[in-house]
């Protein structure tokens, strides 16, 4: 694994340690990119929970900091600035157009609720409520037509507590729209090594029956999160066991 995209910082107000301290570790552990995806913010106007992502005054101060960075460390690794965006049908336009006032490489959709009466529900909360899952898949493939995303991150992330039966039929059509439109998804490594409901063997057992191209994430929430994926116990084996190991990007 040369590159990891999926990377936060203490601006999310639940990751710790500095971008340098990231870097550093990227180094260490034989990465040769670094992609930064913070949080995107939002303002508190669009009635999301937005107390888990940096403010809006301090994209600036991300975009400087990673680009002093990426001065720095030229020679050692590639550094890109990111970000991780829901999708939002009513926002999604002017999320898009705050972004692009500064520089940036990649946006990742990362989908942790869907926009309506749910919208203060976070995804990886159980569920056995059939129309959330509905919302969250029908939101996901929105999102994932715009063709601004570099890749799906998580796309197992909602904890669907209903039939096995159900949860298969809903979440098929994200993995359908992903082969459709050529949409890598990710296998959430921070998932996986703190035990939560996802990477869900239901989603990624119905994965292996696809032409889907499969990305690695390691989700860093801080500098130790960084690391390649033969040293994070029973990952290997859960891709080989999938039939995904053979997808994955090898970049």
């Not at 939002?88 to 990362?110: A, H, N, R, V, W």
């Not at 869900?200 to 032409?211: C, H, I, L, Q, T």
Request: charge should be negative.
């Amino acid at each position: 694994m040369l590159a990891n995209y999926h990377t936060h910082t203490t601006r999310c107000k639940h990751a710790q340690g500095t971008e340098r301290e990231y870097i550093e570790r990227a180094i260490s552990c034989g990465f040769k990119t670094l992609g930064f995806s913070d949080h995107v913010p939002l303002p508190a106007s669009y009635g999301f929970n937005v107390t888990a992502r940096m403010e809006l005054s301090e994209i600036s101060d991300y975009t400087s900091t990673l680009v002093k960075l990426r001065e720095e460390y030229k020679n050692d690794i590639d550094i890109l600035i990111g970000y991780e965006v829901e999708y939002t049908p009513t926002y999604f336009s002017e999320i898009l157009s705050m972004l692009k006032k500064y520089p940036y490489d990649y946006i990742i959709q990362g989908q942790h609720f869907v926009e309506g009466k749910n919208s203060d529900f976070y995804a990886g909360e159980p569920t056995d409520d059939i129309i959330y899952i509905e919302d969250f898949v029908k939101t996901t493939i929105e999102g994932m037509k715009t063709g601004e995303f570099m890749y799906l991150a998580h796309p197992d992330l909602v904890k669907y507590t209903g039939s096995d039966e159900v949860y298969c039929e809903k979440m098929r059509s994200i993995i359908e729209t992903a082969e459709e439109n050529d949409i890598p998804l990710e296998v959430n490594m921070y998932g996986f090594s703190d035990h939560r409901n996802y990477p869900d063997e239901r989603f990624w057992k119905m994965v292996s029956d696809y032409n889907i191209r499969v990305i690695l994430g390691c989700d860093a929430h801080k500098p130790e999160m960084i690391i390649q994926p033969e040293n994070v116990p029973g990952l290997i084996e859960f891709l080989q066991r999938n039939n995904i190991y053979e997808k994955i990007i090898q970049e």
